[in-house]
């Protein structure tokens, strides 16, 4: 492992499959920020109507919060591999709707919810999945560095692909923002064919409400993951500022167009360069105490946001946000990914998800919320200072949380093997072939 600050690419050089399937989630991921923009644009243009483009925020939650327990518990009973090339090409499919629908000049507002539906129903069945590959590939400590480079995919793609697509729709047209997306699944479908067969380690549950209750099971009595997941819902619930972003600006920083824009993307930004310079995020031993650290920088950036009146120190707040979060982040995937069983790790990565898609949904609706009561500024304010509370609260009431140590390297370990079975394993005793 490397002691530099800067980013660490020893999984890109050391693992050919990993490599690839980072290049492959790299390109697929700015096709599919392609589409967000593309079916945003689209629904606004049919209705003009701000609401119908909201709709599709619930076209999405909706069908990852169903169904991604049940992905999971798909993962740990079949070969996860398998299921990813399932439902990649199911999405193929549906992006090459949106295609066909946008060339054939659709007017049918069902029509877009009905494939946002479809696009996020086999997502959610495909990414608990597909989060297990990391552990597959990777040694244990190389978890850190992967995760940081999976985020500065994201973060990238999230900058990069809608630019993309505002520049291609406004020459070729919505349906090539579609094509374009269609086309990046199928690399990424590729890659994955590429890689070998991944089937859960160990005994495995059958698919069913049984085994997702023990796998709620697995975490709550799992102080380490437990504390993991309530740091990031500490973060996130309490403190996602994006729906107050617009008002501050007007209230707060002179309402110009620009700087909100700026505003929008400081957090992405941010992401970038938390990713850039995490090169020492794997070597930190207490990754919970780094959590709970790095929750608090968010919250209190978050609360500082709510009260400045200078737009150049409301970005770099939302930036330094940005920063932290990667950070949080990194240090959950490292958790999950080095301290779970094998046959448990799909159900825990769809708890995962869950508490990543729908902690910042919920939280931006309890942040504009309150911004409506009170304001926004002071929404933001209570938020943030309600995020560095409750990361101190986990700190007291988690000690096993803060206190745990991520194992020290061990080149002839990977993550495949990673941990053996624990004491927790006995709560699945009912569910087991």
Request: net charge positive; proline share 6%.
């Amino acid at each position: 492992m490397t002691g530099k600050l800067t980013l660490d690419v020893t999984p890109l050089r050391h693992s050919p499959a990993f490599r690839r399937l980072w290049i492959g989630q790299a390109v697929s991921g700015i096709g599919g920020q392609m589409t967000v923009f593309a079916v945003a644009l689209q629904v606004y243009l049919l209705t003009k109507s701000t609401l119908a483009v909201g709709v599709i925020g619930l076209c999405t939650v909706i069908p990852t919060l169903a169904l991604a327990l049940v992905g999971g518990a798909l993962g740990d009973r079949y070969d996860r591999r398998k299921i990813v090339l399932f439902a990649g090409s199911g999405q193929v499919a549906v992006s090459l709707g949106f295609a066909v629908q946008a060339i054939a000049g659709n007017d049918r507002l069902w029509l877009l919810y009905v494939l946002c539906i479809a696009q996020s129903a086999l997502g959610a069945i495909s990414v608990p999945a597909k989060r297990t590959f990391m552990a597959h590939l990777l040694p244990k400590d190389q978890i850190p560095a992967g995760a940081a480079l999976t985020m500065l995919a994201m973060h990238v793609a999230g900058i990069a692909g809608p630019v993309l697509a505002g520049a291609v729709a406004g020459v070729w047209g919505l349906q090539v923002c579609y094509t374009v997306d269609a086309l990046s699944f199928i690399a990424a479908i590729y890659v994955v064919a590429k890689l070998p067969a991944m089937p859960p380690q160990g005994s495995t549950a059958r698919p069913g409400a049984k085994a997702i209750v023990a796998a709620l099971r697995y975490i709550r009595v799992n102080d380490v993951l437990k504390g993991a997941f309530l740091a990031d819902l500490s973060l996130t619930l309490l403190a996602t500022p994006t729906p107050l972003l617009p008002a501050v600006n007007d209230l707060n920083l002179g309402g110009d167009p620009e700087t909100l824009g700026m505003l929008m993307a400081a957090p992405a930004v941010g992401g970038v360069l938390g990713s850039l310079f995490s090169g020492r995020a794997g070597r930190v031993a207490h990754k919970g105490r780094g959590m709970l650290l790095a929750g608090g920088v968010w919250g209190t950036c978050i609360a500082f946001f709510g009260l400045v009146h200078v737009p150049a120190l409301a970005i770099a707040l939302l930036a330094v946000a940005g920063m932290a979060d990667v950070i949080s982040v990194v240090f959950l995937t490292t958790i999950v990914q080095t301290t779970v069983d094998d046959n448990y790790r799909s159900r825990v990565s769809a708890v995962e998800f869950v508490v990543g898609a729908g902690g910042p949904q919920l939280g931006g609706m309890r942040a504009g919320a309150l911004g409506a009561i009170a304001s926004p500024g002071l929404s933001a304010v209570i938020g943030g200072a309600a995020s560095v509370l409750a990361a101190a609260l986990l700190a007291v009431a988690l000690p096993k949380f803060t206190r745990w140590e991520s194992e020290p390297p061990d080149p002839a370990t990977t993550g495949a093997h990673a941990g053996e079975p624990s004491d927790i394993t006995a709560y699945a005793d009912s569910e087991r072939d």
